[in-house]
């Protein structure tokens, strides 16, 4: 079965500080998704990318960008000039081509953006 | 884009009652049902996948007996967590999943056993 691992529980930085989450995952699958989630306290997950294990092109979207790296089995993200909204818990998750393809999550990372 | 709508968002419950979770999806039909469950500052714990017309199938360590699943149509799944305890209070979030729109989440429901 999959794995992701989130090895960073809780990060604080100031705002405008630059801020990268880690995500390593494992899976013996050849055809896999990866994903980032946004949790606020409100609890809603905000979906913020889906990768496919073909594309390993990284992707910017204005303040965010994810780095894929395949030989690494890392899918990073990184905010740039943080802002106190991006506080919130950020989940990367894995679901692998199969018959369910059900998702799985690593831990969480809990950003803090202090003004 | 597809929308998966949750009820309740909170309930409150006295433990040894049962309470029903829906998760509908509203403008396509979701061939798989994902629940969850997460504890507060824990991650999301995948509970169970349900397929339309077919008996769920628990993840290790869940107790199906308790946490009942009916998935009888494409856009409709319930979890009914039977004789809830306080152990039983979290956030249960499902999830649709169709091909082409891929997983979509409700808001997820804040349950409390009393």
């Known amino acids: 079965a999959q794995k992701v691992t989130q090895a960073q529980t809780e990060i604080s930085v100031v705002e405008k500080e630059d801020v990268t989450l880690d995500c390593v995952y494992e899976?013996?699958?050849?055809?896999?998704?990866l994903f980032w989630y946004k949790q606020p306290p409100s609890g809603e997950l905000v979906f913020l990318i889906r990768?496919?294990?073909?594309?390993?092109q990284n992707e910017i979207s204005g303040r965010y960008s994810w780095n894929f790296q395949k030989s690494t089995s890392s899918f990073n993200f990184t905010i740039t000039a943080s802002q106190v909204v991006d506080s919130a818990v950020y989940f990367c998750?894995?679901?692998?081509?199969?018959?369910?393809?059900?998702?799985?999550f690593g831990a969480g990372t809990r950003l803090t953006v202090k003004p | 884009g597809a929308v998966v709508s949750q009820h309740p968002s909170w309930v409150i419950c006295k433990s040894g009652t049962s309470v029903k979770i829906e998760c509908r999806s509203l403008?396509?039909?979701?061939?798989?049902m994902f629940w969850y469950r997460q504890f507060p500052k824990q991650s999301l714990m995948l509970m169970a996948t349900?397929?339309?017309?077919?008996?769920?199938?628990?993840e290790q360590g869940v107790e199906k007996d308790k946490f009942l699943i009916n998935h009888a149509s494409l856009t409709l799944s319930t979890l009914t967590v039977t004789s809830a305890h306080p152990e039983d209070s979290s956030f249960y979030i499902c999830?649709?999943?169709?091909?082409?729109?891929?997983?979509?989440f409700g808001s997820g429901t804040r349950l409390t056993v009393v």
């Open positions: 999830s649709a999943r169709e091909w082409s729109y891929g997983y979509t």
């Open positions: 899976t013996r699958d050849t055809t896999y998704y």
């Open positions: 990768r496919n294990s073909f594309d390993e």
């Open positions: 998750a894995l679901s692998e081509a199969g018959v369910n393809n059900d998702m799985r």
């Open positions: 403008d396509f039909q979701a061939t798989t």
């Open positions: 349900s397929n339309e017309g077919s008996k769920a199938t628990y």
